[in-house]
Structure formats: structure tokens, C-alpha cells
């Protein structure tokens, strides 16, 4: 059996489960769609917790599927009943899960970094329970134990020996704010999926058209809502 | 001057954010810049209480003069706990990223120096020059920790983070989040045995770290020892 004989073999089976395949297309483009947005955003954006819970649903589907395999595998190798290709697409579902692993790792660390480094911003903002929900519950749950024990060590090594007026960590009073906010202002690289031509009203006033597929430089501020949207990705 | 020994402090900083590993906690320097702190709060006492006193007895002009001194003693007093804040902080985004590695600190600093191969040219800050360097984005990474370089408050929030991240990972089980942030290729790499160590048992059968030798194994099963430096991906 050559290489052409496994690609053949595979697009019969594709061909049955096409519907389920052309899903499983659309989750993993959504999953690097929402990873390369979330590294290239300034700010944190909305936890996608859907998508996620679909992956993770899934990948935990595959882990099972692919113990059990390994199992049926061990156990019939002696007696032939195991063909020779069995091992590959073992192997090919092992690298599948590898694939998506690293993903969903790289989307999480992604979000926490940014969590640490506004941590103030994100936690007052969980505070205005008008705001729409940035954070998952993990990641409420981490950034507030994290602010905890990150203030419990400032106050050890000096806060707490200093003067009263000086022990603030979210000071806003004189010259400069405490408070580090995302910079939303920052200029990021965007491209237009969406099929309909449309129109982005920049800060001078200006509209600035853009087409499908076109790549533009513009102020993060500017296209953050289209990016919830879906008709625009950052790249 | 008030704040010579803050910029010392962040000084050392700069230095730190360069390095592997994370230095000796500067206890010496962070003690002088408290005293100074109260020794300027105290003049700021001072200054206001003269202030309001003698309010009627003063002239314009040294009225400002007293107005003038408080602004900078103050002034000097933020300024100096901005710096010992960004120390710490710094610090303790070290203290973060070596935990998401999953490697134990070392206890004692006398043992363990060089054991990573490539943390200790980390300096050089050339992200990313080949693919071959599987270690290239621990360049500026830190890679190893004493917890003798650490003062008892920061020991405690490295305990204390660490148990926050496996709690957070309990989550997310299927995923193993502290794993290497560069892309998969093989299931399957090379490595070689970059020093001695124990027998490793692993799904495919067990071999053992002896130096210089090389094996073929799952990379899985092996990211964390290449994450400690007993392997080096070919």
C-alpha cells in the first residue's frame, strides 16, 4: 500500500462524514481566527467561550477515542488483526490533537499575559457590572488570587513600612494614574472578510472604504467593533 | 540627592530583565530608599506644620519657598515608591514566567550554574534566530531561579502563584498549558542527552539519560525535561 492508496482511503471516509468534517473545518479557523485576534489586540477581547467549550468537548472526545485505540491496537497486534495503516492514522489523529493543544494553550496564555499586565483595569472593570463580561470564570477566579497575592507581596517587602498616604497601589491623585490602561489607540494590521463592501468612519471624520480581503493599518479603536462582528480579523 | 538610590535600584532592574535568572533581592537598597522615604515624609511633616503655624508671620515670598520644598519632597517621596514598585514588579514577572515552566527552583545557588546551556548567553536578545534553536524563545526567558536570591515575601508568592496556576490548569485538563508556546511539528523528534540523569519511563518503553546519547521519542513526553535542559531537540 502506497501513499495514494491512504489518500484515497481517506477521501472515501471524508466523503460519508462530510457534514461533520466541514464542521470541524470551521472550528479550528475559528480557533486560530480567535487566537491571532487575541495576540494582536491591545486590549483583552470577549472570552470565547463556545468555540472553547466545543474544542475542549471535542479534543477530550479525541484523547478517549484515542486511548481506546491504543488499546484495541495492543491488544490484536499479535493475532494480524490490525492493518499496518492503523498505527498512521493514529498517529495523524495524535498530531491532530497536538495541533489544537497548542492553540488553545497559546489563546489562554495569550489572554493571561494580558491579564497580569492590566490587572487593575480588568478588575475594576468585573467591578461595573454593567460592562459587558471580558473574563471566564477561570479567569476572574485567577485574577483576582493573582491581585491578591501580587498586593500581599508588595505590601510584605515595603508598602507596609512606608507612610500611610504612600500605600495606595491604584493611586489616581497627582500627575500620573496608577492604573495602566490597554493602549486602544495602538494601530494594528486588519483584514476585511466580510463580503459587503462597507465603510469605517475614522477620527478625522473621514470614511475610509474597504474592500473584501483588503489589508489596512487603522487605529485599534476604530475597528473594535467590527472584529466582535466577525467582519474583520487581525493579522 | 534624593532618589540616587532608586535609580541604583532600577539600574539593577534594567539588568535583571536581561538575565536567565533572577539575582539577589537587594535588601540593603530597598532599606535605604524606605529611610529615605520617611526621612523625606518627616521633613513634609515639618514643612506643613511650619507652614500652618507661622502662616501670618511669613512673607509671600518664602511662603512659596515653603510651598516649593513640600511639592518636591513629595514629589521625590512618589517617585521612589514608583521605583520599588517596578522593581517588584519586575521581579515578580520573573518569578511568573519561571513558574509556567514547570521546573523546580534550585535551594542551594552553589550548585546547578550553567546547567542551561543557552540561559546564560541570554543578553545577546536575538529572538528567534533559527528554528533549529529549540530553546531560542527561552533566550530571554527565565530559566532558572534560587530561591536563596529570593526574600521571604517573594518565596511565598512564588508558592502561592504556583498554586494558582495548577489550580487554573485543573480547568483545562486535556491541555497542557505550560507546555512550549512554539507550534508542534512532530509527534515524534530527536534529542539528545545533555547530562546524566535517571531512567524515563514513557507510554513507548523507558530509556535512560546517559550523556551524549540520542534517542527518538514522542515530544510530549519529553517537553519537560527538555524544559529542565537534560535534552536538546535536534
Known amino acids: ?235 | 540627592m534624593y532618589g540616587d538610590i532608586a535609580n541604583k535600584l532600577i539600574l539593577d532592574a534594567k539588568r535583571t530583565s536581561n538575565l536567565s535568572e533572577l539575582p539577589l533581592y537587594q535588601t540593603d537598597l530597598v532599606k535605604d530608599i524606605l529611610k529615605e522615604i520617611q526621612d523625606l515624609n518627616n521633613d513634609s511633616e515639618y514643612l506643613s506644620s511650619e507652614k500652618e503655624l507661622q502662616q501670618d508671620n511669613l512673607s509671600e515670598e518664602q511662603l512659596k519657598i515653603n510651598q516649593c520644598q513640600l511639592f518636591v519632597t513629595l514629589l521625590s517621596m512618589r517617585r521612589n515608591k514608583r521605583c520599588l514598585l517596578a522593581y517588584q514588579r519586575l521581579r515578580a514577572e520573573k518569578i511568573v514566567e519561571f513558574s509556567w515552566l514547570n521546573i523546580d527552583p534550585i535551594l542551594e545557588s552553589s550548585t546547578n550554574n550553567g546547567t542551561t546551556s543557552n540561559g546564560s548567553t541570554a543578553n545577546t536578545a536575538k529572538p528567534k534566530s533559527t528554528i533549529h534553536d529549540s530553546n531560542s524563545i527561552y533566550n530571554n526567558y527565565t530559566t532558572q531561579l534560587s530561591l536563596d536570591n529570593l526574600n521571604h515575601a517573594e518565596q511565598e508568592y512564588l508558592k502561592s502563584y504556583q498554586d494558582l496556576i495548577l489550580n487554573y490548569k485543573s480547568k483545562f485538563y486535556d491541555i497542557d498549558l505550560s507546555g512550549d508556546l512554539e507550534p508542534p511539528t512532530n509527534i515524534f523528534i530527536d534529542v539528545r542527552v545533555l547530562k546524566d540523569g535517571g531512567e524515563v519511563q514513557t507510554e513507548y518503553g523507558s530509556f535512560n539519560l546517559i550523556k551524549d546519547s540520542q534517542f527518538y521519542v514522542r515530544k510530549s513526553d519529553v517537553d519537560r525535561l527538555i524544559q529542565q535542559g537534560y535534552l536538546e531537540e535536534l
Not at chain 1, 13 to 22: E, R
Request: net charge negative; hydrophobic share 35%.
Open chain 1, 1 to 235: 500500500m502506497d501513499i495514494d492508496d491512504i489518500l484515497e482511503e481517506f477521501e472515501t471516509t471524508a466523503k460519508t462524514d462530510l457534514k461533520k468534517t466541514s464542521v470541524h473545518d470551521n472550528l479550528y479557523n475559528d480557533l486560530i481566527t480567535a487566537m491571532i485576534n487575541e495576540r494582536m489586540a491591545p486590549e483583552l477581547l470577549p472570552y470565547k467561550k463556545e468555540l472553547l467549550d466545543e474544542v475542549l468537548q471535542r479534543l477530550s472526545n479525541q484523547q478517549q477515542n484515542l486511548l481506546d485505540s491504543h488499546e484495541y491496537g495492543e491488544v490484536n497486534a499479535s493475532s494480524g488483526v490490525v492493518s499496518s495503516d492503523f498505527k498512521l492514522q493514529l498517529m495523524i489523529i495524535e498530531t491532530d490533537i497536538e495541533r489544537y493543544n497548542y492553540l488553545v494553550r497559546l489563546y489562554l496564555r495569550t489572554r493571561l499575559t494580558k491579564i497580569d499586565k492590566h490587572a487593575i483595569h480588568y478588575i475594576n472593570e468585573t467591578m461595573e457590572s454593567d460592562k459587558e463580561i471580558r473574563l471566564s470564570p477561570e479567569e476572574e477566579e485567577y485574577i483576582n488570587q493573582h491581585f491578591k497575592i501580587i498586593t500581599k507581596l508588595y505590601n510584605n517587602s515595603f508598602l507596609k513600612k512606608m507612610p500611610p498616604s504612600l500605600t495606595l497601589l491604584d493611586d489616581t491623585a497627582g500627575e500620573e494614574s496608577m492604573i495602566e490602561h490597554p493602549d486602544i489607540n495602538k494601530h494594528v494590521f486588519i483584514k476585511s472578510i466580510s463580503t459587503t463592501p462597507m465603510y469605517i468612519k475614522l477620527d478625522d471624520g473621514e470614511d475610509l472604504p474597504i474592500e473584501k480581503d483588503g489589508i489596512y493599518v487603522v487605529k485599534y479603536n476604530v475597528i473594535k467593533k467590527y472584529i466582535d462582528l466577525g467582519d474583520i480579523v487581525l493579522i
